[in-house]
């Protein structure tokens, strides 16, 4: 019989070993729940199907996947005694470079003067909490593997006080973590970039490693739409680069802003599919109509939304924009900072929210949903065929004690073994 303590010791064994770190013959994850497919009554899915696999991992990704039993295991194996497993999670909008996280608790100030009082703010608490980057980084990514997310993408701040130095930074803790933990780090203006002439920087951030050209409110925040959302394209295209604007900026500016983009995106190719807005809060000023023409646009244009699923008296239209074909991604956004404390890196937990919020709670719905965590991938397509795992995915997946996706979802089960690349990022093999 296995107990705790030796499959912890086993778990362990497997993580120091360099075999394991890079197994040439890969390994057999036996005894995995899969979902195979729907149960309809009518128009209406009762049930989800699943069945029990063998999943061969080699090279970081899937090597194989044929039913339980139906040849012989060859070579090391792990049993996974019927747990789900579901694509690991993408926490696509977190900032893992200024946190308290692993702190003594402490709640931030009561805001004064919106958004400039936090900048104000930020000015003074910046400099003096760049020694320890790296080790409150390295906890808050610990904090995403056990919530089953191996990849994030990170906001960093580049700003005229502290420069590059918190990519520089966070890129360091982040590519010695590379091989639990995927990430790109967006190069994010949070104080402005035409406003104080930010735009030197922002480029040096970009040569320091930075995946992604950041901008911010271009008219609330950067005081001229135009210019600001230029200066960001300007950088995208030298670098080739792909952009994640940070728009918080409601009503008519923020949609300007975004129009602004389609615009350019129209007519300069390189830039399609290569453009999320971050919160985008201003389509929750816009009816249902508007949402849809805009929408629709966007996912013509490859266009992206980053959202941490808001709470507040307006929420974001975001069935609109998934059955538009926006692709709509999930972050935690803060954690414990001085922006706010109530983060947890769960983003299975975003899909739950959204689920609540947008009343998606049949089977079909719920199921589906779990693409809000995994930044796509579902296990089932939107006509109930296997999609995922197949052979060449990346073997980035997290094994939990639930029957099926919808199941996840809805009850947040324990990330039981979470595998970045075949690689164990965090929990045991059971
Ligand atoms: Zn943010």
């Known amino acids: ?58 090279d970081g990704r899937i090597a194989a996947v044929r039913p339980a039993g139906s040849a012989p295991v060859v070579g090391p194996a792990h049993d996974a005694k019927g747990l789900l497993m579901l694509p690991s999670f993408r926490d696509m909008h977190v900032h893992l470079d200024k946190t308290w996280y692993g702190e003594p608790w402490h709640a931030p100030l009561k805001r004064r003067n919106g958004i400039p009082g936090q900048i104000a703010l930020e000015q003074k608490l910046l400099p003096g909490m760049l020694p320890g980057l790296e080790a409150r980084a390295d906890k808050l990514v610990n904090l995403c593997q056990s919530q089953g997310t191996t990849f994030a993408r990170s906001q960093c701040n580049v700003d005229p006080v502290i420069g590059i130095q918190n990519v520089v930074h966070l890129k360091a803790e982040l590519d010695r973590r590379g091989d639990t933990f ?34 911010i409110d271009p008219t609330t925040l950067d005081g001229d739409m135009e210019r600001s959302v230029d200066a960001v ?77 808001p709470l507040g008296r307006r929420v974001m239209p975001i069935p609109i924009l998934r059955a538009q074909g926006v692709k709509v991604y999930c972050g935690t956004d803060t954690v414990v900072d001085f922006w706010g404390v109530f983060g947890d890196c769960d983003i299975l937990r975003k899909a739950n929210l959204a689920c609540q919020l947008y009343g998606w709670s049949d089977e079909y719905a719920l199921g589906q949903s779990i693409s809000l965590a995994t930044g796509g991938p579902t296990p089932l397509d939107a006509k109930g065929q296997q999609a995922w795992p197949k052979p060449g995915d990346a073997a980035d997946l997290v094994l939990v004690d639930a029957a099926c996706a919808a199941e996840a979802v809805a009850r947040l089960p324990p990330r039981r073994t979470v595998l970045h690349q075949g690689r164990l990022a965090a929990g045991a093999f059971a």
């Open 1 to 58: 019989m296995t107990t705790r303590r030796s499959m912890l010791a086993g778990a362990l064994a497997l993580a120091a070993t360099p075999a394991f770190a890079a197994p040439a013959a890969g390994y057999t994850l036996r005894n995995v729940r899969l979902e195979t497919g729907y149960d309809r009554d009518g128009d209406d899915v009762t049930a989800t199907r699943t069945a029990l696999f063998e999943v061969k991992i080699a």
């Open 233 to 309: 394209l300007e950088i995208a295209h030298e670098f080739n680069a792909p952009i994640d604007m940070h728009l918080h900026e409601p009503g008519e500016s923020g949609i300007a802003a975004i129009k602004r983009i389609a615009d350019r995106v129209e007519t300069e190719p390189a830039l399609r599919g290569k453009v999320t807005f971050s919160h985008c809060f201003s389509l929750m000023s816009l009816s249902d109509a508007e949402v849809t023409d805009l929408a629709a646009r966007m996912a013509a244009l490859g266009m992206s939304v980053a959202s941490t699923i």
């Open 182 to 215: 995927g990430h790109e780090i967006v190069a994010f203006p949070q104080h402005g970039l035409i406003r104080v002439g930010l735009q030197q920087t922002l480029r040096d951030a970009m040569k320091a490693g930075a995946t992604h050209v950041g901008g």
